[in-house]
């Protein structure tokens, strides 16, 4: 059973920046075989995919933190990052880490992921 770990949530100011990861586990695949993103869901609001890495890793972004989001992996760690540059409040939500085996043809979709971890919580104060 795989197993999503977040971490690294937390209170900022605006213009500030964060690093959450997700130690992932227990994958039946090989971990090089996995698509893996983050996610966010704000209050009142859908879960919305903002960035992901495919086996190959090929990268995408939400138009919303393109630029100022960076996806990263330490395969060594079977660890995901993602590197929060120059904060906005509307930032503000729950951050999920996801995987799914192989490739994906909608790599931000939330119906594509199998694994989902619980959540680690972001609060940019304006």
């Known amino acids: 059973q795989v197993q999503l770990v977040e971490s690294g949530g937390g209170s900022v100011q605006a213009g500030g920046s964060l690093r959450l990861s997700c130690a992932g586990s227990?994958?039946?695949?090989?971990?090089?075989?996995?698509?893996m993103a983050w996610f966010r869901q704000a209050p009142g609001k859908e879960r919305e995919g903002i960035a992901s890495m495919n086996p190959r890793g090929r990268t995408n972004y939400a138009d919303s933190v393109s630029g100022r989001f960076t996806i990263s992996q330490d395969n060594a760690k079977n660890t995901l990052y993602l590197q929060m540059n120059s904060l906005k409040a509307e930032d503000t939500a729950m951050y999920y880490c996801a995987a799914r085996a192989g490739s994906s043809y909608s790599p931000l979709s939330e119906s594509t992921y199998t694994y989902w971890g619980q959540g680690t919580q972001v609060t940019v104060s304006s």
């Open positions: 227990g994958y039946t695949y090989s971990r090089y075989a996995m698509s």
